[in-house]
């Protein structure tokens, strides 16, 4: 049995209504499973490995509160498709296909799921990756 990670999710971005509470909280998580805080910058957000932790206060509109959960897209047509799909099964349009000012090559689409949770689509543009997945083989 072998398990392929690091395939799925490009970044996750917790918007939280306690910023200090939570830094506390996965600042101690995060050093059992050997993951340091990055970046921090008091009272706006903190950063490990592509975990993102932000504050919201209660006049935050709904399509930027809760969880934001990225996956990663192997080119830009699977971006579109992303978004014509899930607007078909429910989903809410929270940005459409297109480039992103976040980086150069970044495209991306935005929707919000059922529970107003905003779900993204990204492709970084042209890369080359040094695996397609890192493998873990259980010991045993």
Known sequence: ?????GRLFDHVHLRVR???ASLRF???VLEVVGVPIARESPGHFFQADEFFVSP???GTPPSERGVHLAFQAKDRETVQRFHKAALAAGGRDNGGPGERPYHPGYYAAFVLDPDGNNIEVVFHGPSRR???SVVVTPAG
């Open 26 to 28: 996965y600042r101690a």
């Open 18 to 20: 306690d910023l200090d």
């Open 130 to 132: 040094t695996a397609p």
């Open 1 to 5: 049995m072998e398990f392929h990670m």
């Open 56 to 58: 919201v206060d209660p």
